[in-house]
C-alpha cells in the first residue's frame, strides 16, 4: 500500500462524530506505516499541547480565505465560528508521488471531495445504532445532553447519505472495523 510508480489512492474515512473514525485511522496507520494522513487546515487556534502541522496547520482567517479563493480546499466548511478544511496540494503531491493518503473527515466534506475527486475511495464508518453512538458521546464526557442531542440529529442525516459512499463498515468491535477497512484497502485498485 505505500509509495509506487502508479498514482496514489486517496482514502475518505467519514462518519458522525464519535463512531471512532480517529481511533480506526491510528490502528490503519500503525498497520500501514506507509499511509499517509492528511493534516487539516483550520483557523481555531491551537489547544494546549497541539503542534502546528501535525494535529492541523493553523492558518488566520484571511489566509483561508485564500485558499477557499484560489479553489485550493478540496473540502472546507465552518463549524464553531472556525474555518476547517483540506488543502489540496499535500494531496495532489503525495498522489502524484505513489502515496496512498488517508483523510479523515465528516460526512458533508466527503462529499464535497466525491465532487471534486471522483476517484477518491469514500468509507462511511456507522455505529451499531444511534442509541450506541449516543452512549459513547455520552461517555466522553465532555458533552452537555443538548450537545449529544444536536450531534445525534447530525449523525442521523450524515446517516441518510450513505448511498454516496463506496462501502460501510460498522464500528461495533475496533479490531473488526479496523480489520473490514483494512480487507476494502487490500481489494480497492487505484480507479
Known sequence: MGPRSAPGRLVVIAGPSG?????IVSALRRRHPELALSVSATTRPPRRGEVDGVAYRFLREADFAALI????????AEFTGHHYG???????EALASGTDILLEIDVDGAGQVRRRFPAALLVLIVPPSLEELAARLRGRGTETEAAVAARLAVAE????QAGLFDHQVVNDSLEQAVDEVDRILAHSPVR
Open 19 to 23: 463512531v471512532g473514525k480517529g481511533s
Open 69 to 76: 479563493e484560489a479553489d485550493e480546499l478540496l473540502e472546507w
Open 86 to 92: 483540506t488543502p489540496a496540494r499535500p494531496v495532489r
Open 157 to 160: 442525516r450524515e446517516l441518510a
